[in-house]
């Protein structure tokens, strides 16, 4: 009896001197996987808040603001919990000094408007990281539906209103250099696309600039062809 207990503990001390080795690397391949998941979401999110600050205030609604660095904060905790230390997270004090403020409306706000193409190339990237982010963002954060699609229509809403400056600037320029029929077909574009974010409220506003400057442009033509009709 006594020999046969021998033997099963010898038996079973020896599938555990084997199975040791596969069950060290099988931990040290879950440290190196986790590692590089929270690397990759450590790098994402440095990105995402890069995009947000490349983004005019005159784009980015406060609320969508807000969302995004209460979602970030949220991160930098994930990731201090898991003793990850990487530059995104050092900013963590900046992040809840700018949630703070605007919290509070103290942030100075900086609305500067399209003036290239190379700019509205830039915002587009950078919305559409966004929008990325956002559509993953319910699984990863626990957003619901509704808040996540507030938010994606929001952010498509500014690129649709940085194209729209930029069309402005456009007919702008045309208008200085007497191509009135070019710049009237710039400003009937920026209104369609206006219109195609009407669930914005601010939009209407929009809307309603366009009209107006398609009107002007409308008066001037209308005039000029009259004047050339008479002669």
């Given at each position: 009896?006594?020999?046969?207990?021998l033997?099963?503990?010898a038996v079973?001390?020896?599938?555990v001197?084997?199975?040791?080795?596969?069950?060290?690397?099988w931990?040290?391949h879950?440290?190196e996987?986790?590692?590089?998941?929270?690397?990759r979401l450590?790098n994402?999110?440095?990105?995402?808040?890069?995009?947000?600050?490349?983004?005019?205030?005159?784009y980015?609604?406060?609320?969508?603001?807000?969302?995004l660095?209460?979602?970030?904060l949220?991160?930098?905790?994930?990731?201090?919990?898991s003793?990850?230390?990487?530059?995104?997270?050092?900013?963590?004090?900046?992040l809840?000094r700018l949630l703070?403020?605007l919290?509070?409306?103290?942030q100075v706000t900086?609305?500067?408007?399209?003036v290239?193409?190379?700019?509205?190339d830039q915002?587009?990237?950078s919305?559409?990281?966004m929008l990325?982010?956002?559509r993953?963002?319910?699984?990863?954060?626990?957003?619901?539906?509704?808040?996540?699609?507030?938010?994606?229509?929001?952010?498509?809403?500014?690129?649709?209103?940085?194209?729209?400056?930029?069309l402005v600037?456009?007919?702008?320029?045309?208008?200085?250099?007497?191509?009135?029929?070019?710049?009237?077909e710039k400003?009937?574009?920026?209104?369609s696309?206006?219109?195609?974010?009407?669930?914005v409220?601010?939009?209407?506003?929009?809307?309603a600039?366009?009209?107006?400057?398609?009107q002007?442009?409308?008066?001037?033509?209308?005039?000029k062809?009259?004047k050339?009709?008479?002669?």
């Amino acid at each position: 009896m006594k020999l046969s207990m021998l033997i099963l503990v010898a038996v079973i001390f020896l599938a555990v001197l084997c199975l040791l080795p596969a069950f060290f690397r099988w931990r040290r391949h879950q440290r190196e996987l986790k590692k590089k998941l929270l690397s990759r979401l450590s790098n994402r999110s440095d990105r995402l808040l890069y995009s947000l600050e490349m983004i005019s205030d005159r784009y980015m609604a406060r609320d969508t603001k807000i969302f995004l660095i209460e979602y970030l904060l949220s991160v930098i905790t994930q990731l201090v919990t898991s003793n990850y230390k990487s530059e995104f997270v050092s900013k963590q004090a900046d992040l809840l000094r700018l949630l703070t403020e605007l919290k509070l409306g103290r942030q100075v706000t900086a609305k500067d408007r399209v003036v290239s193409q190379e700019q509205l190339d830039q915002i587009q990237n950078s919305l559409q990281f966004m929008l990325r982010e956002l559509r993953s963002m319910g699984e990863s954060y626990g957003a619901s539906r509704v808040i996540i699609r507030h938010h994606i229509v929001l952010i498509r809403y500014a690129h649709a209103l940085a194209y729209r400056d930029l069309l402005v600037r456009q007919a702008r320029l045309d208008l200085d250099n007497d191509k009135k029929n070019r710049a009237l077909e710039k400003y009937r574009i920026a209104l369609s696309v206006m219109e195609k974010n009407a669930s914005v409220s601010s939009s209407k506003r929009e809307m309603a600039r366009l009209q107006s400057m398609i009107q002007e442009v409308e008066k001037v033509l209308f005039s000029k062809n009259n004047k050339a009709e008479l002669k």
